[in-house]
């Protein structure tokens, strides 16, 4: 089967590794956490090219740096503002990170 490089580059999922993916803790609550990878670098693959991570951030327009985006209704029900320093633990991880 011929692939493209693009299609190269990512990684093959099999029966079993869904089925493990599928097995793994989901915690429930009243948050959820999407990550996402970056526009630019990906995963990570791409990161030693430093050209791609000067590319901002179509959306918020980030370079070099991360954000927690969440709702404005969700942020003054927590009491948040913009700028605020957020540490968000899941399961023992914790991370730090701007809104």
């Known amino acids: 089967m011929l692939r493209t490089a693009a299609?190269?580059?990512l990684p093959n999922f099999d029966?079993?590794?869904a089925e493990a993916l599928g097995q793994q803790n989901v915690v429930t609550g009243p948050f959820e956490a999407v990550i996402l990878p970056h526009h630019a670098v990906h995963d990570g693959r791409f990161a030693n090219n430093?050209?791609?991570q000067e590319l901002p951030d179509p959306i918020s327009k980030l370079v070099?740096?991360?954000a927690a985006a969440i709702s404005p209704k969700t942020a003054a029900a927590l009491g948040v503002r913009?700028?605020?320093m957020l540490r968000i633990a899941v399961n023992g991880a914790e991370l730090r990170i701007l809104r």
């Open 7 to 9: 299609q190269a580059a």
């Open 64 to 66: 070099w740096d991360s």
């Open 82 to 84: 913009e700028s605020d």
């Open 15 to 17: 029966a079993a590794s």
């Open 50 to 52: 430093a050209w791609l």
